[in-house]
């Protein structure tokens, strides 16, 4: 038998998890599988089955069709409806949990293989299996070198499956993330605060708005160069993001030397105690900025705006009323906060 190919992104040899209730199949099945240098585990039923998937997450299921306890086709209907929970779960939790860390599409294992191994043979029985869910079927008495070339086959499409979500997950970063400060970027602004004005109208929740302005950021570059003025908004960016206050806050790069705070079920007097913080810890960063007309270091001014979205409004209506705060802020003075 041939050596194992490196199907999967791990270091690890593939694992698969055999449920058979013949402990004579089980046994040829691990030896037959050792040889070809996968991982096995063996369970009795399709609940074990269940229960084994949870904790082990194998790279492809072997599974037989006539089980005690649970059979191989409820088996697998439950394995595809635990998957669909997981990804449920995943999503809803994609816009309050700093969505870009979040690995929605991990949860995504229906691409899991399942080959179903049984002593059925007759149409309607194959056409369960694949209604269940099930991506193969091969029949007892077993053949050998098909069993394993479907394995190295569904193995290789799982590999396949795994890269392309790994390439899907760093494109949704590069189209979501500012380069400069790793911040969410204006495209990942506008689209969280649409999902959120659309949750808090239904809610009938506060959603407040934070824009804040790096005071004569011109002047600054102008005098200390732009790659100074990079590491500027970078300190400034960790600053921000440190002092967000819950996990469904966002600090986004808004554009050039501004940058945005969308605060779901956040008031405006807790919008407001969150805006000094991040202002006064602006000011602990103690950059000097000589071209500064009201510091010797660099400050923010910053607008806070806070509305109860509904359906006749619209999520401009906020960035306008905290785009007003903010150009109050600059021409009173700058290096404070206005709400609005």
Known sequence: MSAISPFSISKQPP?????????????????????????????????????????????????????????????????????????????????????????????????????????????????RAFEAGAMDY??????????RQRLRRLLQQAQVYKQLEAANQALQHIA????????????RF???????????????????????DIDFFKF?????????????????GQVLSHTAQKNQDLVARYGGEEFAVIMPNTHAVGAVHVAAAMQAGVRDLKILHDGSDVSEYVTLSMGVA?????????PS????????ALYQAKAEGRDRIILK
């Open 15 to 127: 694992l698969i998890l055999v449920a058979d209730d013949d402990k004579t199949m089980r046994v040829l099945l691990r030896k037959a599988m050792e040889q070809e240098g996968y991982r096995v585990v063996e369970v009795n039923d399709g609940q074990q089955c269940l229960d084994a998937y949870d904790t082990i997450k194998p790279d492809i299921v072997l599974l037989d069709a006539v089980m005690p306890v649970m059979d191989g086709f409820t088996c697998c209907r439950q394995l595809l409806k635990i998957a669909r929970n997981n990804l449920i779960s995943a999503l809803a939790s994609f816009d309050t949990d700093s969505a870009l860390n979040n690995t929605v599409i991990s949860k995504l294992w229906e691409r899991t293989p399942i080959l179903m191994i049984t002593c059925l043979d007759d149409e309607e029985s194959v056409n």
């Open 138 to 147: 091969i029949t007892k008495p077993i053949h050998w070198a098909v069993l």
């Open 176 to 187: 979501n993330v500012d380069g400069l400060t790793g911040l969410a970027n204006r495209r």
């Open 190 to 212: 506008d689209d969280y605060l649409n999902t959120q004005w659309i949750n808090l109208a239904q809610e009938e929740a506060p959603l407040s708005l934070i824009l804040c």
């Open 220 to 236: 600054y570059n102008d005098k200390y160069g732009h790659p100074a003025g990079d590491v500027c908004l970078q300190k400034v």
């Open 306 to 314: 806070t509305m109860v979205p509904t359906w006749e409004s619209s």
């Open 317 to 324: 209506d906020l960035i306008v009323k905290a785009d007003k």
